[in-house]
């Protein structure tokens, strides 16, 4: 009951123009900052996870955490897998309670792409899941997902609005500028193709690559049909930069209830201010 599919959440913000937030967690400290300060919000969140964190924190964990966390705070979450690839693997983490999926195929050539998109939704549609699906190719890295800059590609809005008709799919993530990781510069989106792929394509869409995107950048994503914002980097950085701080300071610590403190009050202003760019405070 408490970890629900990203469909209603995804359409209601489309309707009325903002975007659920998804972090990706990796442990108790993440999923509870997230939860209680998205909950304290009143925002409708998602909490995300790689194949590798599953592997890192095991799927009944980071379920059962995600429920209790979801339940103390009285905030129906999505736990959402982000970036699998593995249909025996999804099916397995679809088994174990989790209904949002996404299945990137965007490596695949498009008709294979398709192929094994078309599959994973047929699965996860039966359990009630959403399918989120990528088409073009985000560029950086994201845990064991390395994307060197010149095998990125945008996406193409005719091209995608085939994609979009052929798999039925809940939700499209598109390659538009944005990429995973730390920017090596600055960082430029381009509108046009994402007002372009708008006008084709009338389900969600999905902004992979968010940290470190100006809030100026993902209003206007958002004002263009960007319904999901996707942000692992900064909150990754912010954790990790606070307890690094608290080490500097206290070289002989060694309570982890002291320096995990620091990093959870570090990691929730990330959250606070990833969901006010949003505009889904007050959402829920
Ligand atoms: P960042 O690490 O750039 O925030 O990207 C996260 C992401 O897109 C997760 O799928």
């Known amino acids: 009951m408490y970890l629900i599919s990203n469909r209603e959440m995804l359409r209601k913000a489309q309707r ?65 897998l982000d970036h ?23 490596h695949l050539p498009f008709e294979s792409n398709i192929m094994t998109v078309t599959e994973v939704v047929r699965l996860c549609h039966s359990y009630d899941a959403s399918v989120e699906a990528e088409l073009g190719r985000l560029g950086g890295q994201e845990d064991d997902l390395s994307v060197d800059s010149k095998d990125s590609f945008f996406t193409d809005p ?11 799919i809940d939700s499209l993530a598109v390659a538009i500028g944005s990429a995973h990781g730390l920017y090596q510069g600055e960082p430029h989106l381009d509108f046009d193709r994402l007002a372009a792929i708008r006008q084709l ?14 809030e100026a950048m993902v209003r206007k994503a958002i004002g263009l049909g960007i319904c999901k914002l996707n942000v692992a980097t900064d909150l990754k950085i912010a954790f990790a930069d606070a307890i690094k701080s608290y080490f500097a300071q206290y070289p002989t610590a060694n309570d982890p209830r002291h320096y995990m403190t620091q990093g959870k009050i570090a990691m929730e202003k990330v959250v606070e201010e990833k969901i006010l760019m949003c505009g889904s405070a007050g959402k829920f």
């Open 16 to 80: 009325e123009g903002y975007a659920v937030p998804a972090f990706n967690v990796h442990n108790l400290e993440t999923i509870q900052v997230v939860v209680e300060t998205a909950a304290r919000m009143s925002s409708p969140v998602i909490l995300a996870g790689t194949p590798g964190t599953f592997r890192y924190a095991g799927l009944e964990y980071i379920v059962s955490i995600c429920q209790q966390a979801a339940y103390l705070n009285q905030l129906p979450v999505a736990l959402h």
């Open 84 to 106: 699998h690839e593995v249909f025996s693997d999804i099916h397995q983490k679809v088994k174990a309670g989790i209904r949002s999926v996404m299945i990137d195929g965007s």
């Open 158 to 168: 005719q091209a995608a609005k085939i994609y979009v008709e052929r798999t039925g």
């Open 201 to 214: 394509v009338d389900i969600p869409l999905v902004l992979h690559g968010a940290s470190g995107l100006s």
